[in-house]
């Protein structure tokens, strides 16, 4: 049985992605196309872009986290036991076999590392 998305929460999802689209406006959008970069305009830009930029450069990492914990709410019902196990295992599995590579490569390339960057320590 799956449960009904409510509208509210879908709303604040979406509020959410506006924050995070306003903050890269500010941080590294608009704002460069003449060649001044947020630093420039929080110095010496007029109090007008000041204050748009103190509202919407904080909406970023809060609108961030809120809509991954939507998601996440979201996701949580969807998942059965069965697909966290399977995750996990997968998980493990996989990061187990690349440590174990990079460990065999670390001992069978030590001396060609050491004399590549001229003086690597492994």
């Given at each position: 049985?799956?449960r009904?998305?409510?509208?509210?929460?879908?709303l604040?999802?979406?509020?959410?992605?506006?924050m995070?689209?306003?903050?890269?406006?500010v941080s590294?959008?608009?704002?460069?196309?003449?060649?001044?970069?947020?630093?420039?305009?929080?110095?010496?830009?007029?109090?007008?872009?000041?204050?748009?930029?103190?509202?919407?450069?904080?909406?970023?990492?809060?609108?961030?986290?809120?809509?991954f914990m939507?998601?996440?709410?979201?996701?949580?019902?969807?998942?059965?036991?069965?697909s966290?196990?399977?995750?996990?295992?997968?998980t493990?599995l996989?990061?187990?076999?690349?440590?174990?590579?990079?460990?065999?490569?670390?001992y069978?390339f030590?001396?060609a590392?050491?004399?590549?960057?001229g003086?690597l320590?492994?």
């Amino acid at each position: 049985m799956s449960r009904q998305r409510d509208s509210n929460i879908e709303l604040l999802r979406i509020i959410a992605m506006i924050m995070i689209v306003a903050y890269h406006l500010v941080s590294n959008g608009l704002l460069k196309v003449n060649g001044y970069g947020t630093y420039d305009i929080w110095n010496n830009g007029l109090l007008v872009n000041k204050i748009m930029a103190a509202l919407l450069f904080p909406g970023g990492y809060i609108g961030n986290m809120i809509f991954f914990m939507i998601t996440g709410f979201f996701l949580a019902g969807s998942y059965k036991i069965h697909s966290f196990k399977k995750i996990v295992i997968d998980t493990v599995l996989y990061s187990s076999s690349l440590c174990l590579i990079f460990i065999i490569f670390k001992y069978l390339f030590k001396k060609a590392l050491y004399n590549y960057g001229g003086g690597l320590q492994c």
